[in-house]
């Protein structure tokens, strides 16, 4: 679908771009309220825990050599795809905002961002039955 929206021009406005959360913290993180009340984020993430945590492994070590929260590596990331326009990106705090605004100045090198896609595994479709 990506290609075909960029060859018309329509801008891609992805949801849930730090998985419900769990991009935007260390794998060793405990989980929060939500991780352990979501029932639909985890029929979401449950499926390939071996390859997430592949997912989240490369962007810890980025984070830490960058010295910068995690939640900005993934949406530097994701700012970096062609057609991407803007991510659709909750906050419950100002500095979830302010982290997520920050990424906007966060250039990947091309070996970090092969090192973030290399272990990624495209998930089967979830969420519609």
Known sequence: MAPL???QGVGLIPWSPL???RLARPPEAQGTKRSETD???NRLYTSMV???EQVLAAVDKIAKQRK???AQIALAWLLQREGVTAPIVGATKMEHLETAVA???VKLSAEEVASLEAPYVPHPVAGFS
């Open 103 to 105: 990424a906007l100045e």
């Open 50 to 52: 071996e390859a997430d």
């Open 5 to 7: 929206c960029r060859d």
């Open 39 to 41: 029932v639909f984020g």
């Open 68 to 70: 910068l929260p995690h």
């Open 19 to 21: 998985a419900r959360g």
